[in-house]
């Protein structure tokens, strides 16, 4: 673990962008169950349910310390206001257009969100003393990279998304505010995130829809892909235990880097999972939770534009510097989604 490790500071405000999202949620909940003070930001848009949205709020709705406010980080008059009234010290940036086959069809809102929403943060940043940034990057960085496990030390320079395009370019972005203007970041490249509460246009959540409504399910490439699926809880410890511990200086003597407080971190199981063994292990978890047997009908298809066959994540950084290792099994996390989305979507 780094020297001087910090936990959890209540007296600080984390501002949590994407604040009714997935990750944001659950982050926003691990904290306040702690304490803290969270302000949780949100533009409620519809790029899927908005009543899903509304239902993760919902159960944050009895914590006294927590602060939901519905503003969009594309429009800077709205991040500056947020940052005068409630001068939040520590920023997790979660808010961004999600998808990378979206990215394909709605190219606009992926600038709009996550170029000019990101660079609002930074400006913010930038303009009011914060303790540390820390945001979300993603696998889809790494694009065509053969080498595997994927190590933030590879050059990320082939996305092959517009998608992975805008989070290699917040990383970018980041790095030079950081190195200009004295800011501490954290990039955080997240690897197939999944859970209850999650996102519908993840392939295990439309997976399942599509299953008990008795159409078959899309398996990309004819199955041959792999993916290093991380759950939810610990995506949530890994970025808990990296808010109050900012990257130390790093010393580079007659170099304009020297001072510069700037880390990315892999975040992921480090264990890639066939593609037909998760469908597998779906079937199984959605079985049990029904009652009944449950083999989903399948369709098999080609490699669709912007994807890329192999995940697979290098998180020793993670573990060496913050003494955890993402490791939920499939068979544990799938099980918990499918109690959730059976119980939600009251499906027998």
Not at 54 to 62: A, D, F, H, I, V
Not at 87 to 114: M, T
Not at 147 to 174: G, H, R
Not at 306 to 335: A, H, W
């Amino acid at each position: 673990m780094i020297e001087g490790y910090r936990e959890l500071d209540f007296s600080k405000t984390y501002l949590i962008t994407g604040g009714a999202g997935f990750i944001g949620f659950f982050l926003s909940k691990r904290l306040l169950e702690q304490g803290c003070r969270v302000v949780g930001l949100d533009n409620m848009n519809n790029y899927y349910d908005v009543n899903l949205k509304e239902s993760r709020l919902k159960k944050l709705e009895g914590y006294a310390r927590y602060t939901f406010i519905k503003r969009d980080i594309s429009d800077k008059d709205n991040v500056k206001q947020v940052f005068k009234e409630y001068k939040p010290n520590i920023i997790v940036n979660l808010a961004a257009q999600a998808g990378v086959r979206y990215s394909i069809e709605n190219p606009d809102s992926y600038i709009q969100s996550n170029i000019i929403g990101f660079y609002n943060i930074l400006e913010a940043c930038r303009h009011n003393q914060v303790d540390h940034l820390v945001y979300a990057s993603s696998s889809s960085v790494y694009g065509a990279n053969i080498n595997v496990p994927f190590s933030t030390e590879d050059q990320v320079d082939n996305p092959v998304s517009l998608y992975a395009a805008t989070k290699k370019s917040n990383e970018l972005m980041a790095h030079t505010y950081s190195q200009l203007y004295d800011i501490p970041c954290t990039g955080l490249r997240f690897f197939t995130v999944y859970g209850p509460m999650g996102r519908p246009d993840m392939a295990y959540f439309g997976f399942a829809e599509k299953i008990f409504n008795g159409e078959a399910i899309s398996v990309f490439n004819y199955g041959d892909c792999y993916r290093d699926f991380t759950y939810i809880d610990d995506i949530v410890e890994s970025v808990a235990r990296i808010l109050c511990n900012p990257p130390v200086k790093r010393v580079e003597k007659d170099s304009i880097l020297n001072g510069i407080q700037y880390a990315v971190y892999n975040i992921g199981n480090n264990q890639p999972e066939k593609l037909m063994d998760y469908i597998a292990a779906l079937e199984k978890a959605l079985s049990k939770a029904v009652g009944r047997e449950i083999v989903a009908k399948k369709e098999f298809l080609p490699m669709q534009l912007g994807d890329v066959k192999v995940t697979y994540s290098n998180s020793s950084p993670l573990e060496r510097d913050f003494d955890f290792k993402p490791s939920t099994s499939i068979e544990e996390g799938l099980q918990k989604f499918a109690d959730w989305y059976v119980d939600y979507y009251r499906v027998s």
